[in-house]
């Protein structure tokens, strides 16, 4: 009885282990989620660099980042980015309209949070 009870107790214990390694996964960890332009010129584009540390313990894949208008555009790094290691999302806004703007970044990857939202806003003179 007892090689028995020891048996599944060492069964559970596998499983649980392997369950754990699989649940391996990224983080972000951003210096800021928010970026403050300030004043802007009207029709000169600005771009910020949103940089970012891989806190978990799996690769960052970043799928998608999407502008909340066509005023704006997003590049980002492509590759992986592997636990400990730094990545970037680039976004550009080009003011087209005077006055205060906030505009968002939607990003879709892989990680804990697999939707989470970049923010740049200052006013256009």
């Not at 599944?8 to 332009?37: P, Q, R, S, W, Y």
Request: charged share 20%; net charge positive.
């Amino acid at each position: 009885m007892m090689k028995k009870a020891l048996g599944i107790l060492t069964m559970l214990v596998a499983v649980i282990g392997f369950t754990a390694m699989g649940l391996a996964i990224g983080e972000f960890k951003f210096e800021k989620e928010t970026h403050d332009f300030g004043k802007i010129e009207q029709s000169k584009p600005v771009s910020y660099d949103f940089k970012y540390t891989n806190s978990g313990d799996a690769p960052i894949i970043v799928s998608e980042v999407k502008p909340s208008c066509g005023c704006s555009v997003a590049e980002f790094t492509k590759t992986p980015v592997k636990p400990g290691e730094t990545g970037t999302i680039t976004v550009t806004f080009n003011a087209a309209a005077k006055g205060p703007f906030t505009k968002q970044f939607t990003v879709r990857s892989n990680t804990k949070t697999p939707v989470k939202t970049l923010t740049i806003k200052g006013a256009v003179e």
